[in-house]
């Protein structure tokens, strides 16, 4: 075993991918506890008032990219003492514990894959508000602890997605309405709503989470990474099907590099 912490291994692992309060629930249940059922409910929608209802998207790209690749990668296949070692070295720096019980991580560590069933409805789905989206409970009793211990990357990737998803919804309903009224051609609207989410996210995971939920209502997107997460969490085909697609367009940049006196030329060399 080292002493020296693994950076890497600790940014990327799930098992510190929560928030503080979390981390002593182990020993806060009632002494008995075997299951704990929680519910990801879309609870009031005043931030977005003309969503009645929310898409429902993103749990299988979690589940996939977390709960299985990263815990598999950054937990299960890592030196059992090394990851024990990091865990309790950080939590009892941070928190000033001098004596942080560990043994709910070795554990799960020792068990080697994530215990918890989720049961959710079809991805897609527009969910009434105060409706569960999906389920999850723990199938060991020894692990009634990791139902809630996953709560928090989950509620940071698939509330993105589902807003994302919901808001392009929305505007896709619109689109849909007006081409009804005015007779054109409807697969046109699949690009009229665009996405440019590597502007304002917060990072490029979430411009790609938010990218993704945009495709799930248009096909016109600059997200590229969007377009790979749904080819590798959702079994999306860009061999064989149009995923997301846009041009490779100008900007002001390039129309201004030539300044004012050859703006003619510029614009003949890109029709030309």
């Known amino acids: 075993m080292t002493n020296k912490l693994n950076l ?5 692992s799930p098992i510190f ?16 506890t075997e ?12 931030f977005l008032p003309y969503a ?18 990263g815990m598999d990668k950054w937990f299960f296949s890592q030196p059992r003492e090394e ?20 043994d709910h991580i070795a554990a799960l560590h020792d068990l080697g894959y994530m215990p918890l069933l989720i049961k959710a409805l079809p991805e897609g789905t527009r969910v009434p508000m105060r409706v569960a989206m999906f389920t999850i409970e723990n199938t060991n009793p020894d692990f009634y602890w990791l139902t809630n211990y996953v709560e928090s990357v989950m509620s940071a990737i698939i509330w993105k997605t589902v807003v994302s998803a919901t808001v392009s919804y929305k505007y896709r ?10 007779g054109l051609d409807a697969f046109g609207v699949n690009f009229q709503g665009h996405d440019f989410s590597y502007r304002g996210m917060g990072g490029d995971e979430a411009a790609q989470l938010s990218g993704a939920g945009h495709l799930v209502n248009f096909l016109g997107t ?26 490779p367009s100008t900007e002001y940049s390039v129309m201004c ?16």
């Open 8 to 12: 890497e291994r600790m940014k990327n």
């Open 17 to 32: 991918k929560l928030d503080f309060y979390k981390t002593g629930h182990h020993e806060q249940y009632p002494e008995g």
């Open 35 to 46: 299951v704990v059922y929680s519910t990801f409910i879309p609870r009031s929608n005043k």
């Open 52 to 69: 009645d209802k929310a898409v429902f998207f993103g749990l299988q790209g979690f589940i996939k990219s977390y709960l299985m690749e």
């Open 83 to 102: 990851v024990l070692y990091e865990y309790k070295f950080f939590m009892e720096k941070t928190l000033g514990s001098k004596s942080f019980n560990v």
């Open 173 to 182: 309903s619109e689109f849909d309405k007006y081409i009804e009224k005015t």
């Open 222 to 247: 600059d997200t590229i990474p969007a377009i790979i997460y749904l080819q590798n969490y959702y079994n999306a085909d860009i061999e064989t099907e149009l995923v997301g697609t846009s041009i």
């Open 257 to 272: 590099a030539g300044g004012a006196v050859n703006e003619f030329a510029t614009i003949e060399k890109l029709m030309t």
